[in-house]
């Protein structure tokens, strides 16, 4: 088996409108039937994705908060990847008018088009932090923190090298995970940017597309991709995965 795993991003690849049809979870189990791993990388809050989904024990792991959260569903245990946001950082942007804003365990969220504000207090404070757009959302997170370093995380506690794993995404913040793992798809309403750094962007949408990988990766493991220079900053998995 080349691909070991799969990496799916929830709204806009797995979700419509924040639910998941049921050939879609039907695609997820039989990916699990398969005898592969399967980790759900979201940029939404842990309780906020149970609470859409339902069920998570389909997942052998959760990455939540876009990389900042690590969630076993099975043994419901959670670990935090990083420092928490300074909550006077909050304050102050809710003092300049930024609302709504979500808050997680790290993760500060709000709308994109406070952009500025929130940039500007970031550098008025002198903060470590990075601001990372997907769509209409904002969300502020410590300086190198995004869902490749919580899908790494994850690779390594269920012993699954890069190389071997497969990633499908939508957004601006799945240009991470994908250069991250050996192989990346797009769903096919996926931005032109996350097409054009992807190996293969399906001919469905959202759930529909994540149902086609699954079904190609079942049936033929899915080809050795080329060698893909990753987006600045982002560090790629090796060329050739391990032998086996």
Not at 21 to 30: K, S, V, Y
Not at 128 to 149: C, Y
Not at 166 to 181: K, R, T
């Amino acid at each position: 088996m080349r691909y070991q795993a799969l990496a799916v991003d929830y709204d806009g690849t797995l979700a419509a409108d924040g639910q998941v049809d049921d050939p879609t979870r039907a695609a997820l189990r039989r990916l699990k039937g398969s005898g592969r791993r399967l980790v759900l990388v979201t940029g939404r809050e842990l309780a906020a994705v149970a609470g859409v989904f339902g069920d998570l024990s389909v997942f052998d792991l959760v990455v939540a908060e876009n990389g900042a959260v690590l969630h076993d569903p099975v043994a419901c245990a959670t670990a935090v990847l990083c420092e928490p946001l300074p909550s006077a950082f909050v304050i102050e942007l809710a003092r300049r008018g930024v609302v709504p804003v979500a808050v997680g365990q790290v993760i500060v969220a709000t709308h994109a088009s406070f952009a500025p504000t929130v940039l500007a207090v970031i550098r008025e404070r002198g903060l470590s932090l990075q601001v990372v757009f997907n769509r209409e959302a904002l969300m502020v997170l410590p300086a190198g923190i995004h869902k490749g370093t919580g899908l790494g995380a994850a690779l390594v506690r269920m012993g699954v090298h890069p190389a071997r794993a497969v990633a499908i995404g939508d957004a601006e913040n799945d240009h991470a995970m994908l250069a991250l793992c050996g192989y990346g798809a797009a769903v096919a309403n996926a931005l032109p940017a996350l097409k054009a750094r992807a190996q293969l962007v399906t001919r469905g949408e959202r759930g529909q597309g994540v149902a086609e990988l699954i079904e190609r990766l079942i049936a033929f493991d899915l080809p050795e991709p080329a060698p893909q220079a990753p987006p600045p900053g982002i560090a790629p998995a090796d060329d050739r995965p391990p032998a086996v």
